[in-house]
């Protein structure tokens, strides 16, 4: 019988990536297979507002060369998804029917855009910016000095609004609980932080003070493409609606997998499961933090590539537990902009 193990990650992003690396340093005869439902290789996401910038080479946000996966033994399963795990047996099943044998399999499939459901029957007016396609596409529905509509927020869609006016463009944010997600803001502190945005040239609705939002519509010819309308009546027109609020784990296939799972799936300091064999990192899981007594999101390019880390070293047996490295609160700063720790990554 065969000790070399196999180790599976799924996902390609942050986490995914950096937890390849390790256990390819840290278990030098192990198999590491990485399958992502993603067409790129690794990309880097946090750089897509450089479109509007005028940067459309997909090849620009690549952030390993080609033959990196190659060279580091990891087998790469591109635009490949996984939709079941059968832990018992420790075999995942892919879409199109084949099955693979793991010995430890790392979770890092991310998150997906959350969309509220009373919005959800508007999806197709709205702009989505999860991938390179998205930015492309909203890219070209901008016209120069165009007018975004962002619902919402998040850090996010206040990135993309401080490019979007960077570049000569129109931001209109419609505000609401999900403005600073994953930042946690005191009431009291709110209209600071809203004033603030106003001040870095972002025009800010507060949903709530028009009743909230009733529909959007697509423009007749020769109207602005998109048309807001909110309960109290009142109109705002747009190039582009972008809707901002916050994310919600890809987690589907883990479903009947043993693991368990409350928004995001569980797992202990270490970042295992509740399942020996299977792992969990970045977006997707939640921590166990004793201090508060409950399972923690932890967000940020430095935290999902911490734990991709610390979930690879554990697989192999370092039995260490997570330690937040990146502070989350949001900041004012002495000019009076908003700044989130997340806008920053290297
Ligand atoms: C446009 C954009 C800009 C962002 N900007 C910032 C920023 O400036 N600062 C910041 O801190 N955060 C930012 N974020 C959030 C940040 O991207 C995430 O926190 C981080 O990328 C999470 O990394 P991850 O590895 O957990 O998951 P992801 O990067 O989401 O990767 C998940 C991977 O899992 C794969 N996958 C999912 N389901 C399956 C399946 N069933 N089978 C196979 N593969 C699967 C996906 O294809 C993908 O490769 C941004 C996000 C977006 C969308």
């Not at 479109?51 to 790469?76: C, S, T």
């Not at 009373?118 to 709205?126: C, K, Y």
């Not at 109207?223 to 582009?240: A, K, Q, W, Y």
């Not at 610390?310 to 009076?336: C, F, K, Y």
Request: charge should be neutral; include cysteine.
């Amino acid at each position: 019988m065969s000790t070399v193990r196999h180790h599976v990650v799924i996902g390609s992003g942050v986490a995914g990536n950096q937890a390849a690396e390790t256990l390819r340093q840290q278990d030098p005869a192990s198999r590491v297979t990485m399958i992502t439902t993603s067409r790129l290789p690794f990309f880097n996401r946090y750089d897509l507002p450089r479109v509007f910038r005028g940067e459309r080479d997909w090849r620009n946000f690549i952030i390993y060369p080609a033959d990196y996966y190659r060279k580091n033994r990891i087998a790469l399963r591109r635009a490949t998804k996984v939709v079941a795990v059968d832990s018992a047996n420790r075999t995942l099943s892919l879409e199109h029917k084949e099955t693979i044998a793991y010995d430890t399999m790392l979770v890092a499939s991310g998150a997906g855009a959350y969309l509220p459901e009373e919005l959800s029957e508007f999806r197709p007016l709205m702009h989505g910016f999860g991938g390179f396609k998205d930015a492309i596409r909203v890219a070209d529905a901008l016209p120069e000095g165009g007018h975004a509509i962002l619902l919402g927020g998040d850090t996010i869609g206040l990135d993309l609004a401080r490019t979007l006016l960077d570049t000569g463009h129109r931001v209109t944010l419609v505000a609401g609980p999900h403005t600073f997600w994953p930042h946690e803001v005191a009431p009291e502190a709110r209209p600071g932080f809203i004033a603030a945005l106003e001040r870095m040239g972002i025009a800010v609705i507060e949903a709530a003070n028009r009743g909230g939002i009733a529909g959007i519509a697509q423009g007749a010819q020769g109207l602005s493409p998109r048309s807001l309308t909110f309960r109290d009546g009142s109109e705002l027109h747009g190039d582009v609606v972008m809707p901002f609020f916050g994310i919600t784990p890809s987690l589907d296939f883990m479903l009947g997998s043993g693991a368990d799972i409350e928004r995001g799936l569980l797992v202990n300091p270490e970042l295992r499961t509740t399942n020996e064999a299977i792992w969990a990192a970045g977006d997707v899981c939640q921590i166990w933090t004793a201090s508060a007594r409950r399972y923690t999101f932890y967000h940020g390019w430095k935290n999902v590539r911490a734990m991709g880390e610390l979930a690879a070293r554990n697989i192999v047996g370092a039995g260490e537990a997570w330690v937040p490295i990146q502070d989350e609160s949001l900041i004012l700063t002495p000019d009076g902009r908003v700044h989130s720790p997340f806008w920053e990554y290297q």
